[in-house]
């Protein structure tokens, strides 16, 4: 009898061991990953399509009874989606956080989380027309030679659009050009399309010579990436007040009617919308992409800065696990 309860008494102490031994670590044990199970609806930026599909896979590997079904488009699409089409989605991630803000707070989500940052680029090969020419000081006037044609997206479907709209504003601003934007923007228009992705291919049959296109997407697929000052790409923070000196209007909420979109240093955002089907799945995912050494440290792999944590006028109704990767506004 005394034997058997020493016998017990080990087990206990072994199991309690373990125990401690994952919550020391910060990991939960390996069977809890199964508890979260179904499928997973995740709209994203076209963008994030690459870092997001290898983040996908390795949040399978640890929660290997979810299945992940991404769908990749421009995030004011993306949001149409969810607001107009009524898709279900459990993660909506967006290549400018202030679409979730704009087009789904309040009535079809309750909280944003910034996460990651970028810049605008021109991406082109060494097929590209006048590649030999371009440089920082005259990508402008590359652009409006006869022989160039370049391609950029919808501004009312992706941010990446109304963002090349805004470059092209503050790089009149920056090189003194005037004029330059309503002279760019007439120009092949017929190479407009719904997301910056989508213009890839025109670039592959070299149809189009330069995309305004995200620096990470560009390094993803390999291809020549001219960077822009400071001054025009959307990336400085301190540079904030001079952006906002460029804007844009867009589609708003309602057919119509419009909403104007000033320059700002480029962060992406993630919410769980209301009408997610599969919330303790979703949850899951948000706080592994958020994870400085699980998701985030994939997307630092393909070329984007982490800005985990920023901060949020929506603290309050982010939900407590997530807190930890978000700030409350001052």
């Known amino acids: 009898m005394r034997k058997s309860i020493v016998v017990l008494a080990l087990l206990v102490a072994v199991v309690l061991a373990i125990v401690l031994i994952h919550l020391g670590s910060g990991q939960a044990p390996s069977t809890e990953g199964r508890a979260v199970s179904g499928q997973l609806i995740v709209f994203h930026a076209g963008s994030l399509a690459v870092p997001f599909d290898k983040i996908a896979q390795a949040f399978q590997r640890e929660y290997p009874d979810v299945e992940v079904l991404r769908t990749a488009a421009g995030s004011r699409r993306c949001a149409r989606m969810i607001t107009d089409l009524e898709r ?7 290549a400018d956080y202030t679409v979730i803000d ?88 017929k190479y407009i399309r719904p997301k910056e992705t989508d213009l890839l291919a025109l670039l592959e049959m070299n149809e189009i010579d330069y995309i305004f296109l995200y620096r990470s997407v560009a390094e993803q697929h390999g291809l020549k990436c001219l960077l822009l000052p400071d001054e025009v790409n959307l990336k400085q923070p301190g540079l904030a007040d001079w952006y906002r000196t460029a804007a844009v209007e867009v589609s708003g909420k309602t057919p119509g009617s419009v909403v104007t979109k000033r320059g700002e240093p480029m962060i992406y955002g993630v919410t769980i919308p209301r009408n997610a089907p599969n ?36 603290y309050a109704q982010i939900p407590g696990p997530l807190k930890a990767f978000a700030r409350e506004a001052k």
């Open 102 to 189: 704009t087009l789904l707070i309040p009535n079809h989500a309750d909280w944003n989380i910034k996460f990651a940052g970028n810049e605008m680029a021109l991406t082109y090969h060494h097929k590209s027309r006048r590649a030999d020419q371009i440089n920082a000081d005259n990508w402008y006037e590359i652009l409006m030679k006869e022989d160039v044609a370049f391609g950029r997206s919808d501004p009312n479907a992706d941010p990446c659009g109304y963002r090349a709209i805004l470059t092209v504003k503050l790089a009149e601003k920056h090189y003194h050009a005037a004029g330059l934007t309503e002279r760019l923007l007439k120009k092949d228009l």
């Open 279 to 314: 919330r303790q799945a979703a949850m899951a995912f948000v706080a592994f992409l958020l994870d400085k050494d699980r998701g985030m440290a994939i997307l630092a792999e393909n070329g984007q800065s982490s800005v985990v944590p920023s901060p949020t006028d929506t």
């Open 88 to 94: 279900p989605c459990d993660v909506m991630a967006s």
